[in-house]
């Protein structure tokens, strides 16, 4: 007889592949098999998680209506099952799922779109933490300012488009009203944050995704301006500071230690 | 905060704000533990608010009890940090699997009822008590299909995993009557087989009636509407047995206003006052 491992390879690997033949021995109440009663584990699974994906997704929802939504979550649930029993985080890897398929080519922005919904998410429930102020950050020696390290706020993110996604994702969610948008306007960054209950999603002046970026990766403030110059040549870092901690954007800061370190 | 032997109903973030403006007089909170397992953010702030007014009930739907695999450690340690944040007066999980390889499945799939599937449970049920460092409530599962390879009855393999574990039982009573009108058992025979000496919570739910390929009823427990008149009448069966219980109205999909949740779970209070064996006896000595 068939073990339990086997029995549970089967039935699982049945219902991720619906071209696979139902397991044998899943009967009906007259001890026959019966193929519709099966079905019903199929379609909680694939259903359920295309439920959450568009929990989740909810402009890109909107945008591409439901049965374009069905039919593309459903080739990424088959894809990509969930590797974790928290389904708030599930669809990690959906925005790069949207940016290589197919049939979705025709709306290039939507991966971007998709990101900035997932940069939501992940601010809705990361963890919580108390930004600095400006007073705060005056704490900090003007001597030492160029070689400080500014802790980013743990709910944090940064998305970076070459289309207005952030201004097509507004019109998407909730109060929203769609309009006509010039594709080629030029990019947006966005930056989504939770400084205390509720997420804020703000659009970046040029540089300030460089910037971010660079102090997200250790980098000190020094450095990470010397990143944002790179990417633009119109970076003003006064402005920009001035506008990320008003957002929250920071939540601790630390001394770099001189190359060689202390004696 | 011990859970009374009142009704309550799952908490949603649609309800956040109404319950902690209108502080509505009901016995308890359910969560499911996998919406708490974020780092922090609203749904934290909400249930602590709330927790501080009400008693709460853990209900995890991920520990996979049922799979032929070892249980997820870093799941179990998850639970365990839930339980000491929000000390819930009961924690609950189900008999069923959901864990395949480095997939999860996100659904409460079936297990055979068979002396293997028995043993694999029941050292899952005490690794998990032993770890969490308390008592275990099982659920009984609504289910579509029967294994071939079974060989104990439902209620008589829920017996032996009571028995060899000494978990306590969840008893939900929209299970039993979708299982049994799904696989055509007597669902009152069903009740009375129970263990139901263990049963310290029972859940009630809507479920959406449909048909196999041989027009045979096929009841989905997809908890989207109220609880079925069938239902209710189960429930008093197994009220007139059991005493009050703390009672769950479940109701995940489709969600009702909240006055209409919880009118649900004031009926079900309603049917513990009338149906007590206590009260019934009380009547009989006045009449």
């Known amino acids: ?263 | 905060m011990t859970v009374p032997l009142r009704a309550g109903v799952g908490l949603k973030p649609q309800h956040y704000r109404e319950i902690l403006e209108t502080a509505p007089n009901i016995g308890f909170f359910e969560i499911h533990a996998e919406n708490y397992m974020g780092a922090g953010g609203p749904p934290h702030r909400y249930l602590a608010a709330i927790r501080a007014l009400y008693p709460l009930s853990l209900h995890g739907v991920g520990l996979s009890i049922g799979a032929a695999r070892p249980l997820d450690q870093d799941h179990l340690r998850r639970l365990k940090e839930l339980i000491a944040r929000y000390q819930p007066g009961l924690f609950s999980e189900h008999l069923a699997w959901s864990s395949h390889g480095e997939a999860f499945l996100n659904d409460l799939l079936p297990t055979p009822y068979t002396t293997e599937t028995l043993q694999r449970i029941a050292s899952h049920i005490d690794e998990v008590q032993e770890t969490l460092g308390r008592q275990m409530l099982l659920e009984n599962p609504s289910t579509y299909v029967a294994f071939a390879e079974s060989t104990y009855a439902e209620p008589d393999f829920i017996t032996e995993v009571q028995r060899r574990t000494g978990c306590g039982l969840l008893l939900d009573v929209s299970n039993v009557h979708v299982a049994s009108t799904n696989q055509q058992w007597d669902p009152f025979a069903y009740i009375d087989a129970y263990p139901l000496g263990a049963v310290q919570e029972i859940h009630l739910a809507g479920f959406t009636p449909e048909t196999d390929e041989k027009h045979r009823p096929l009841l989905i427990d997809t908890h989207n509407r109220p609880v079925d008149p069938l239902v209710w009448q189960l429930y008093a069966h197994a009220i007139d047995k059991i005493g009050p219980t703390p009672t769950l109205i479940e109701w995940d999909a489709d969600l009702p206003a909240w006055s209409e949740l919880l009118a649900e779970a004031m009926r079900a209070e309603a049917y513990m006052t009338s149906h007590a064996p206590g009260q019934e006896m009380r009547l009989a000595r006045i009449g």
Do not use: C
């Open chain 1, 1 to 263: 007889m068939q073990g339990l491992a086997e029995r549970q390879q089967d039935f699982a690997l049945a219902l991720l592949d619906a071209t696979r033949a139902m397991p044998r021995g899943l009967l009906g109440p007259d001890g026959l098999p019966s193929r519709r009663r099966f079905a019903v584990y199929r379609n909680n699974v694939v259903a359920g998680l295309i439920e959450t994906l568009k929990e989740n997704y909810p402009a890109v929802h909107r945008i591409v209506g439901d049965a374009f939504f069905r039919a593309m979550a459903g080739h990424f649930v088959l894809a990509h099952p969930p590797r974790s029993p928290i389904m708030l985080s599930y669809g990690e890897g959906f925005p790069q799922f949207i940016d290589g398929f197919e049939p979705a080519t025709a709306l290039p922005y939507l991966a971007d779109v998709a990101g900035i919904e997932r940069a939501w998410n992940e601010a809705y429930h990361a963890a919580d933490a108390e930004p600095l102020s400006a007073n705060d950050l005056l704490a900090i020696d003007q001597d030492d300012l160029a070689r400080a390290r500014l802790t980013l706020h743990p709910s944090l993110r940064v998305r970076q488009s070459r289309f207005p996604a952030l201004t097509i994702w507004r019109m998407n969610i909730a109060g929203g009203e769609p309009a006509a948008v010039d594709l080629e306007a030029g990019g947006q960054d966005a930056l989504a944050i939770r400084p205390s209950a509720e997420v804020v999603v703000h659009q970046l002046p040029a540089g300030a995704a460089a910037f971010v970026r660079a102090l997200g990766a250790g980098k000190s403030t020094v450095a990470a301006t010397i990143a944002a110059l790179e990417a633009t040549p119109y970076f003003d870092i006064r402005t920009m500071l001035a506008g990320l901690i008003e957002a929250g954007a920071f939540v601790g800061w630390s001394l770099e230690r001189e190359a060689g370190g202390e004696p």
